[in-house]
């Protein structure tokens, strides 16, 4: 919870229903969407609850995998902070005065989402990579840190981020 009273979760959304209404000429699966400029086959979010547990409860969700974040999916940025697992919030909880901090397991990165004034957001991404033998495409051999939880220190403003591959606290 942002001390506002906002709540904020991350998560994951298959798009197996979207997708499974296309189909080829031939009655096969087109998966031409998944390659070519969405966001995938799983979407990953960091969803903002205000008002949590009142019947007017709004719910905003955010794709992490957007280039443009809050708005529809149409491409997969290059940064894209995939398979989230924990958030922390620092900050009072108010658009403009808050970072919102959320780990990217398998694209090992740390994500820091700023709520706009205006109800816009934006993304940005803290690479956790190795520096020297980072994993990637190109080096299968590589190695990944998977950050995988996050904990905040308020007194130091420090978020420190427990990296499950690698067993590190950084």
């Known amino acids: 919870f942002a001390p506002n ?32 400029g969405s966001t995938g086959f799983v979407t ?41 697992t924990d958030v922390v919030v620092k900050g009072n909880g108010t658009d403009g005065n808050t970072r919102i901090f959320v780990t990217g397991f398998n694209s090992d990165s740390v994500g820091m989402v700023r709520p706009l004034v205006g109800g816009t957001w934006s993304v940005s991404r803290i690479n956790t990579q190795h520096p020297t033998n980072a994993f990637s495409r190109t080096n299968l051999a590589g190695v990944m840190r998977g950050p995988r939880g996050l904990a905040l220190n308020r007194t130091q403003s420090h978020v420190y981020v427990l990296n499950r591959l690698e067993n590190s606290v950084t």
């Open 44 to 84: 990953s979010q960091l969803v903002r609850v205000r008002g949590a547990g009142t019947p007017g409860a709004v719910i905003q969700r955010i794709d992490l995998n957007s280039t443009d974040p809050g708005q529809p999916q149409l491409f997969q940025a290059p940064q894209a902070i995939t398979q989230p």
């Open 5 to 36: 009273g906002d709540l904020y979760v991350v998560s994951q959304h298959a798009r197996n229903k979207e997708l499974a209404n296309f189909v080829t000429d031939e009655g096969g699966p087109d998966m031409r969407d998944l390659v070519t």
